[in-house]
């Protein structure tokens, strides 16, 4: 009989936990079903579906102008080099566990040879002591809200006023990697305005809690937009028509960006089911976002058996992978979106029941 794999048995499950659904072509479809198609496309960076989106997320992050990049890669690396270029400085500094760091093949410093400086241990995130410990001049610093790598942890919004503060008093120019800026707003309290203030260029994204296809905005004032269109154009950016990308980026956004509430709840609640079991703990324990990781006090093949049979009994999706962390412990990462609230409670409290009971046999006597 040929075996099951998590794999599998999360993709044939009849309810899953997370996320908004599968990433298939339906995604592109519903955003375009209500489209007249007499609408022109945009050419080259111009034209009203562009510059209308980009107004109205300039407008939300409350900064003078905003440029619309096909990837979050392209529009951080531009935004670290304009920071270096208007200083004279190749040099920047952020969490060793960035995204830019760690999934962008060294595109930074390959392509512009730019220094960096790790702030902060790789397990906690970027803390004001860290900044003021910067020995040598630096030209910018990035911060990542929330820091996905480490469970989506976030630094308090005080901590965040007083690193801007500092960084304005020192001539260091601040950058926001908010690729998950909304799903950050409802811990903190604060509109996308009032976060984006504390910085002096910032990004978003539009395919992970908004759920759209791709796509990013990089906003600030009109000089570095100026710049940050000349360097998109390098980069190939400046694809003849980014319209497929834009307006299912504006219709997910109108969709859920008032949801991120109900994320951020759901978030908290699921956390407390994982951290009710046997050998699980969530990170951060109590979810700060819609975002955490689940953590296994077990080697990965001692805990994918489990999780497997869970999820083949109960019909409810957990994960698709684990990731090993070292011999004993592995983990996956959570992100709360419209499914949550499709599940039945009864299941919920189920699927929870048979994998503490499951990890219990198994691990209780280790
Ligand atoms: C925190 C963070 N920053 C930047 C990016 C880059 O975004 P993109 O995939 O649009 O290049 C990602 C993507 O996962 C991310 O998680």
């Given at each position: ?15 899953k ?10 995604v ?6 209500s ?11 111009e034209g ?10 300039a ?44 999934h ?16 902060a241990?790789?397990?906690?995130v ?23 790598e ?31 800026l ?24 539009f395919y ?41 980026a504006?219709?997910y956004?109108?969709?859920?960006a008032d ?11 699921l ?31 001692l ?5 497997t049979?869970?999820q083949?009994?109960?019909?409810i ?10 011999e ?22 189920k ?16």
């Open positions: 009989m040929v075996q099951n794999t998590l794999k599998d048995t999360f993709k044939n499950s009849n309810y936990l997370a996320g908004h659904g599968e990433r298939n072509i339906h592109l479809k519903e955003a375009f079903k489209i007249d198609g007499d609408l022109e496309s945009d050419n080259y960076g009203a579906v562009i510059q209308e989106f980009e107004e109205k997320m407008a939300t992050l409350g900064k003078e102008e905003a440029v619309f990049f096909p990837s979050g890669t392209m529009a951080q690396q531009i935004a670290l080099r304009i920071w270096c270029d208007e200083k004279g400085l190749r040099k920047v500094a952020y969490h060793p566990l960035s995204h830019i760091e760690i962008e093949e060294d595109g930074l410093k390959e392509l512009h040879k730019i220094e960096t400086v790790l702030l241990e790789k397990n906690r970027i803390e004001l002591e860290d900044v003021l410990r910067i020995e040598e001049p630096i030209a910018s610093i990035l911060l990542e809200l929330p820091q996905r480490i469970g989506g942890q976030l630094p308090s919004f005080e901590t965040l006023e007083q690193i801007s503060k500092h960084c304005q008093e020192h001539g260091i120019k601040l950058h926001l990697d908010g690729a998950r909304l799903e950050v707003l409802p811990y903190y309290q604060k509109s996308a305005a009032e976060v984006c203030a504390l910085f002096d260029s910032v990004y978003i994204s992970k809690g908004v759920g759209g296809i791709a796509g990013a905005v990089l906003a600030g004032d009109k000089e570095f937009i100026k710049h940050s269109k000349v360097w998109k154009r390098r980069y190939g950016g400046d694809l003849i028509s980014l319209y497929p990308y834009i307006l299912s504006d219709y956004y109108r969709q859920r949801k991120m509430e109900l994320y951020y709840e759901a978030a908290k609640e956390a407390g089911f994982y951290n009710a079991c046997h050998g699980i703990s969530t990170l951060p324990l109590e979810p700060v976002s819609n975002m955490f990781h689940v953590h296994f006090h077990q080697a990965k093949e805990v994918e058996p489990i999780l049979e869970v083949q009994q109960t019909g999706g957990l994960t698709s992978y684990l990731k090993e962390i070292d004993n412990s592995c983990s996956f990462e959570v992100s709360l979106g419209d499914l949550y609230e499709t599940v039945p409670r009864e299941l919920l409290e699927v929870f029941k048979q994998l503490d009971a499951l990890m219990k046999q198994r691990f209780s006597s280790i």
